[in-house]
């Protein structure tokens, strides 16, 4: 096995790990909101996507994918953490009378 | 080996390797610093208090690596970034914003298609720029990457069409099923494997990718609108993996860590909602509908249906001190949440002690009902959790179950023979009074009938769950 791979390999399931017991921890209530922030996080994605659509001497077939994935990746980023701020901000407690 | 209708991408093998050359040491500090942003954005959402300063704390993560990547040597052509940045900013704005709350579970399996589309066509691209000089590790990773990002990008159109219902909620299903489903992936699995050990011939590739598309069509379509929670979980689950499986492909660790942490969570969901269900995934992903022996509608309910009137059950209401609401997904439907938040001023006002008691299936998506309900305006100290309320219903006067049926049905618990015997349930028929409000006596998603409604404690409200809440809301301003 390479040394990339390997510590690559190491990184995700100590994330998973980690994720796991983080993610243990959230309230029933918020599993919506987890849903659709977990999303956005993993839209980070779109790091891969830039490299790609961004490399000038590509192919314009590989620029095209990239750009295409950009995009996707994008509606996530932006979406994502918009539609999890606006369900978190719904949650209020009892006003005080 | 290089099939001759591959020549124009041949030649950039030797100058397109986008991700070989070494990151700049301040962008992978600033990597390391949104992996750090991510997991507390995940972190604080453990409590009310701090969940919001996690969603900032994930983006400030987010926009830092994004410009970092932006600024990096190798990206020279902007032209494109910004065109497609705009077009997926815009959209993500819109479907942010105009998404009313009962079609977040749609929306949801919709951003899961477009992040698993991103991850899968990336992985398209590096295999073309790449394909003659692949190591079986590279390839590996690729064919891994391109399998989860199409069958997670069509599986998740399915769901979302499911759940919006322009495709039927029904289980669709078709002789061989599940063999022709199987041979479907093993198929695409085999051609990943040729992939790997012959990665050159490059025509192996759109096989491989139709495979997969066609592989997420058939697992999904199979699955009826009320397993959506845990198949919704389960896509969230692949989202992720696709994610992490590209950070693979790409060797960029912050895509790995940000894929594993949605690939957990949305292993957790997936468990606690075939928890929830007492199902398995196995079950749920291949098993087909029940067919099993279930009592007669008849012999359940036959002369012992007792209805009641909005004025009645106002009467029972204007004598309780402690209601307890029941919503599940016939609420949903009905759009009864901002009636069904109305009802809860009423009666309180009154000096009713009110809580509502939330199944982790109700709903659509998990915790979908928690955020309808917040959108009603019901503070979420008054949602309390399955296990947080089941041993105190021997203390409630009155529940109202609205468009609930298999999850208040004790014969989960009493009847071991039942077809949902062992699933979770709310202990309603432990109540002094139970009222269910529900259009007909016809059976929910296990399609057997609920000896609850037969009780002597039992009191039936046919109509509409909004309507009904209302017509309750008007009878209790009258009494």
């Known amino acids: 096995m390479s040394t990339t791979l390997a510590s690559n390999l190491f990184v995700f399931i100590l994330a998973a790990f980690l994720g796991y017991e983080v993610v243990r921890r959230v309230s029933p209530q918020l599993h919506t909101p987890l849903m659709a922030l977990t999303n956005a996080i993993s839209a980070i994605s779109v790091v891969g996507a830039l490299t790609l659509a961004g490399a000038g001497y590509g192919h314009i077939l590989l620029i095209t994918l990239g750009a295409i994935a950009l995009a996707c990746a994008m509606v996530n980023v932006v979406g994502g953490f918009m539609i999890t701020d606006r369900m978190l901000k719904m949650f209020k407690k009892r006003k005080e009378k | ?479």
């Not at chain 2, 991700?19 to 990597?31: D, K, S």
């Not at chain 2, 198949?231 to 660790?253: D, T």
């Not at chain 2, 998506?365 to 305006?377: K, R, S, T, Y």
């Open chain 2, 1 to 479: 080996m290089v099939p001759a209708s591959f020549p124009a991408l041949t030649g950039l093998v030797a100058t397109l390797v986008p991700h070989a050359a070494p990151l700049p040491w301040y962008v992978t500090v600033i990597y390391m610093a949104a992996a750090v942003s991510f997991v507390f954005s995940l972190k604080w959402l453990n409590s009310h208090k701090t969940a919001r300063r996690g969603v900032k704390m994930g983006e400030i993560g987010m926009a830092a690596a994004i410009l970092a990547t932006v600024f990096l040597p190798e990206v020279r052509h902007y032209n494109w970034i910004i065109i497609a940045g705009i077009i997926g900013s815009g959209i993500g704005i819109l479907l942010a914003v105009l998404t009313p709350m009962t079609a977040v579970p749609q929306q949801t399996a919709l951003s899961h298609a477009f992040g698993a589309l991103a991850a899968a066509l990336v992985g398209t691209a590096e295999y073309y720029s790449q394909y003659s000089h692949l190591t079986p590790m590279h390839t590996g990773a690729i064919a891994f990457e391109s399998l989860l990002g199409y069958l997670t990008f069509t599986g998740s159109l399915i769901a979302a069409g499911k759940l919006q219902e322009v495709l039927p909620t029904r289980p669709i299903s078709y002789p061989f099923q599940n063999p022709i489903n199987l041979s479907v992936l093993a198929l695409a699995v085999a051609c990943g494997i040729w992939m790997i050990v012959s990665p050159a011939h490059a025509l192996l590739y759109p096989l491989f990718m139709v495979l997969s598309l066609l592989f997420g069509v058939l697992l999904i379509i199979p699955i009826g609108g009320g397993d959506m929670p845990t198949v919704i979980a389960l896509l969230n689950s692949y989202a992720g993996l696709s994610a992490a499986a590209m950070g693979f492909v790409v060797n960029n660790k912050l895509l790995i860590i940000g894929g594993a942490l949605e690939g957990s969570s949305g292993f957790i969901l997936s468990m606690i909602m075939c928890k929830a269900m007492n199902r398995s995934f196995l079950n749920v992903l291949f098993g087909q509908a029940k067919i099993e022996k279930a009592a007669k509608a008849d012999d359940v309910y036959g002369g012992k249906i007792k209805t009641v009137t909005a004025e009645e059950i106002a009467d029972i209401l204007d004598g309780a001190r402690r209601v307890v609401i029941v919503p599940g997904y016939g609420l949903a439907v009905a759009q009864a949440q901002h009636a069904t938040g109305e009802l809860f001023e009423t009666l309180t006002a009154r000096g009713v002690d009110v809580e509502f008691a939330i199944h982790p299936v109700a709903g659509r998506m998990p915790g979908h009902m928690n955020v309808l309900l917040a959108e009603a305006d019901i503070p979420y100290d008054h949602l309390k959790e399955m296990d947080q309320i089941n041993e105190q219903f021997d203390d409630v006067d009155v529940v109202i179950v609205n468009g609930a049926n298999d999850v208040v049905n004790p014969d989960a618990r009493d009847n071991a023979n039942s077809p949902i015997a062992g699933m979770p349930i709310l202990n309603v028929d432990k109540a002094r009074t139970v009222v269910v409000i529900k259009r007909s006596l016809s059976p929910g998603f296990a399609g057997i009938p609920n000896p609850l409604f037969a009780r002597d404690n039992c009191l039936m409200f046919f109509s509409d769950g909004k309507k009904a809440t209302l017509d309750i809301i008007q009878a209790l301003k009258k009494t």
